[in-house]
T-cell receptor, first 110, second 113 residues
Framework: GQNIDQPTEMTATEGAIVQINCTYQ??????LFWYQQHAGEAPTFLSY????GLEEKGRFSSFLSRSKGYSYLLLKELQMKDSASYLC???????????FGRGTSLIVHP | DVKVTQSSRYLVKRTGEKVFLECVQD?????MFWYRQDPGLGLRLIYF???????EKGDIPEGYSVSREKKERFSLILESASTNQTSMYLC????????????FGNGTRLTVT
């Protein structure tokens, strides 16, 4: 299966910008997903990247570099409600089903 | 909007009991998934179904089985519950496996005592 790596925890200040990185195996890559999960709730879809480059959706943007096996989620103008776990998921190699990373817990301070 | 409904939010069972976790989706999705989520381990795939009566093992299928008799319903079965199966179980569905997002249910927190 896929080996997805992302930091365990990050902290940031309200109003700031934060970048959450994710690395994955490039062999047979099928695309990369980002999900947001608030404590006690189900994950919800944020973005999907399959081509190189940056995709912007309001305050959230996601970037992909296929050659480097690297993605990041960029959150601008952070709000307290952005405190959540952010999950990176991708499929590659022999598995067409996306595998999830362990998630990055983002804590936003006032 | 896709709605994925899991039958129970919280469940407490005893060791050795047979446990059924039910999941229903209303968007006619071909693909349905069962994950478990544990602190520090993230989401791990237990089983996946791509059509009625079709299933594939995920990363951690041991101790579990599944049933998909109707397209909208995907059941996870713990044949003989054990304490190490205490976890949050999440069901999901998707239109396509590789390039469509997963739509998750709200999860079932199962405690096995």
């Amino acid at each position: 299966g896929q080996n997805i790596d992302q930091p365990t925890e990050m902290t940031a200040t309200e109003g700031a910008i934060v970048q959450i990185n994710c690395t994955y195996q490039t062999s047979g890559f099928n695309g990369l997903f980002w999900y947001q999960q608030h404590a006690g709730e189900a994950p919800t879809f944020l973005s999907y990247n399959v081509l190189d480059g940056l995709e912007e959706k309001g305050r959230f943007s996601s970037f992909l570099s296929r050659s480097k096996g690297y993605s990041y989620l960029l959150l601008k103008e952070l709000q307290m409600k952005d405190s959540a776990s952010y999950l990176c998921a991708g499929g590659a190699g022999g598995s067409y089903i996306p595998t999830f990373g362990r998630g990055t817990s983002l804590i936003v301070h006032p | 909007d896709v709605k994925v409904t899991q039958s129970s939010r919280y469940l407490v069972k005893r060791t050795g009991e047979k446990v059924f976790l039910e999941c229903v989706q209303d968007m006619d999705h071909e693909n349905m998934f069962w994950y478990r989520q544990d602190p520090g381990l993230g989401l791990r795939l237990i089983y996946f179904s791509y059509d009625v009566k079709m299933k594939e093992k995920g990363d951690i299928p041991e101790g579990y089985s599944v049933s998909r008799e109707k397209k909208e319903r995907f059941s996870l079965i713990l044949e003989s519950a054990s304490t190490n199966q205490t976890s949050m179980y999440l069901c999901a569905s998707s239109l396509s496996v590789t390039d469509s997002p997963l739509h998750f249910g709200n999860g079932t927190r199962l405690t096995v005592t």
